[in-house]
């Protein structure tokens, strides 16, 4: 593990400094041309270090391949480049705190901001390790740059030595997972992976095979406008009816900071526009399809009835799928699930499996015919500017990597 450490601390640091947010309302592909900057790295990165058949394709993705030399399954290794759209990601200046002494952590661009042990208890296990975090004005983009990091640093490990067992395996690197759109229709062709890992989640032995099922739902507000001196009986406010809808849902329960555990919730994320015309996006969450259903049908009722009490306005409500709880496909055939739980075994460490309150790319392309569960990186405190990462975690996380291969190997 120590013959990564410097590695993975130089990559994620290198890394995190590129800016590379993804923007949920461009239409584009990738959706923002920065997380271009990032792939062209990655891209001349794989090719330095020998990786075959490079490629950066025309929706933003970088793929590559890992020559094997025996047979066996083509095993996928993924991670995304994005940063998320919730925080400030300009300008990320990551740092360094070497052996980490179990303290309160402040930060040099907020001395109001701090992590705090008591607040964040994993923090309490990581005593005497390397912890990476940002300066306190954004956040770190460990997620997902800690999976990149991983990624590379194992990849970079195999072609170096070629006289190590494995079948073919393959490199991707995806933009937009933060906004949902990470897995295009192309990528489960072009990856041509029997099934694939994401190096995207959290705690030192998470291996993740259940999601939550999401949707987006988006509303739209249409009043009636007029000059305000003359409005009396004519006028329909659309800012009124948007905050109707939103006093209407459930505020009590059924957001995201009212559940836990297998609850599922609606959760406003933006409302826009003026009084003449609104738009309140939603993103509804649920580990069950049926319970996923009966959210969007909840928001479609609520904004029904705002209708029905002002029938001058125009209100409409659409919803779009987004991912889908991969465990409806990888329970049928658990093969890389309990080969990622071997392999942690080998190298010491005990297979967590708990559901995951959010989704992957692994979500889209298990959907698709991918098999690909989730694997840890150690990133934590993620989409905000308290956002950490261990690098004795990240070394973990590579060793795991290796250790699938190895187990693929036998």
């Known amino acids: 593990m120590s013959d990564f450490l410097a590695e993975l601390e130089e990559r994620l640091c290198r890394y995190a400094s590129i800016d590379s947010q993804s923007d949920p309302d ?126 590379m640093t194992a990849a970079k490990h195999l072609l170096a030595n070629p006289e190590i067992k494995r079948p073919t395996l393959r490199v991707a690197f995806t933009p937009d997972e933060e906004i949902g759109r990470g897995v295009d229709k192309r990528l489960p062709k072009d990856l041509g992976a029997d099934f694939a890992y994401t190096f995207d989640g959290g705690k030192v032995g998470e291996i993740e095979f259940e999601t939550f099922s999401a949707d987006e739902a988006v509303v739209h507000v249409k009043g009636v406008s007029i000059h305000p001196g003359y409005a009396t009986g004519k006028m329909v406010n659309a800012i009124h009816l948007a905050s109707k809808i939103i006093a209407t849902l459930p505020q009590a329960t059924m957001t995201p900071e009212t559940t836990e555990g297998k609850e599922g919730f609606v959760h406003a994320t933006d409302m826009t526009g003026g009084s003449s015309e609104m738009r309140i996006k939603f993103i509804l969450r649920d580990f069950e399809m049926d319970g996923l259903e009966a959210k969007g049908k909840l928001v479609q009722q609520v904004c029904a009835a705002v209708q029905a009490s002002e029938p001058r306005a125009q209100i409409t409500c659409t919803i779009r799928p ?70 004795q975690d990240m070394a973990k996380a590579t060793d795991l990597m290796l250790a699938i291969v190895d187990r693929i190997g036998r």
């Open 322 to 391: 987004q991912y889908r709880n991969m465990r409806y496909w990888l329970e049928k055939d658990m093969t890389p699930v309990t080969l990622a739980t071997d392999a942690a075994k080998d190298i010491g460490l005990a297979a967590i499996s708990i559901p995951i309150r959010g989704g992957t790319d692994g979500s889209r392309l298990t959907e698709m015919g991918v098999p690909c569960p989730n694997l840890f990186t150690g990133m934590q405190a993620i989409h905000g500017p308290r956002e950490w990462i261990s690098v």
């Open 26 to 151: 461009s239409p584009s592909s990738p959706s923002t041309a920065i997380q271009l900057n990032m792939q062209k790295v990655l891209q001349a990165e794989l090719e330095a270090i020998g990786a075959e058949d490079v490629a950066l394709t025309d929706y933003g993705t970088v793929i590559a391949t890992i020559p094997g030399n025996i047979e066996g399954p083509t095993v996928g290794f993924l991670a995304h480049v994005d940063t998320a759209p919730q925080f400030n990601a300009v300008g990320v200046k990551p740092r360094v705190i070497k052996g980490y002494n179990g303290g309160v952590i402040t930060y040099p661009d907020d001395p109001e901001l701090t992590l705090d042990p008591a607040d964040f208890p994993y923090l309490n296990e990581k005593i005497g390790h390397d912890i990476i975090t940002a300066s306190g004005t954004t956040l770190l983009g460990a997620d997902d740059k800690a999976g990149v990091a991983i990624v």
